[in-house]
């Protein structure tokens, strides 16, 4: 049985990874998707892990070649998704999960109509901004435009089949397998 693709989008600092994580640890049979992406890793990141952190120029001759089944722009940055790894572990009959911006959802939703597509949104844009500015990640320049990105990307989500707001993380994550679960038994 071939798995099913589950899209998750979120604003940057609303805790998609950190809910990931918990879904992960309470969820089998489902394949974290790992991005390729030009920006330069985090403290704690691994290529390979939570990137395949590669230069511009590859990046670009790979989208030239059609090998992305998704790739944007982001906060001056290039991501995608690699189509021949997603396709591959869908037919091995795992479920993937692609965490990506809005952008790259419409555009896999496009390709993959059947795609399953889930939005974490803050339980308040002040709370989003309040994480964005504790997390300590970016300088000024790059958080004055992750909170500009953030504006943008909350008001795709009536574009999505499934809202989830992460007020609290462990909540956050009970829905998400919620959602996984209804499409593995066949109620949905």
């Known amino acids: 049985m071939r798995g099913r693709l589950y899209i998750l989008s979120g604003p940057a600092g609303v805790g998609k990874g950190t809910v990931l994580r918990r879904v992960f640890e309470k969820l089998d049979n489902i394949v974290y998707s790992v991005s390729c992406t030009t920006r330069a890793p985090r403290p704690g990141e691994r290529d390979g892990v939570n990137y395949i952190f590669m230069d511009e ?17 982001v906060h001056g940055h290039f991501y995608g998704t690699r189509k021949d790894i997603v396709e591959e572990t869908l037919r091995q009959g795992k479920d993937v999960l692609l965490e990506i911006d809005v952008q790259g959802a419409s555009q896999v939703k496009g390709k993959m109509p059947e795609a399953v597509m889930i939005f974490i949104q803050p339980p308040s844009f002040e709370e989003l901004v309040r994480r964005l500015q504790k997390r300590g990640t970016e300088g000024p320049e790059e958080l004055k435009l992750r909170i500009s ?18 007020d609290k993380i462990e909540k956050a994550a009970d829905d998400f397998i919620k959602i996984v679960k209804k499409y593995r038994e066949g109620s949905i």
Request: proline letters at 3%; aromatic letters at 14%.
């Open 57 to 73: 120029p590859s990046f670009k001759k790979m989208v030239g070649e059609g090998r992305f089944l998704e790739w944007a722009n």
């Open 149 to 166: 990105n953030a504006k943008t990307e909350m008001s795709h989500a009536d574009k999505y089949e499934y809202m989830i707001i992460n």
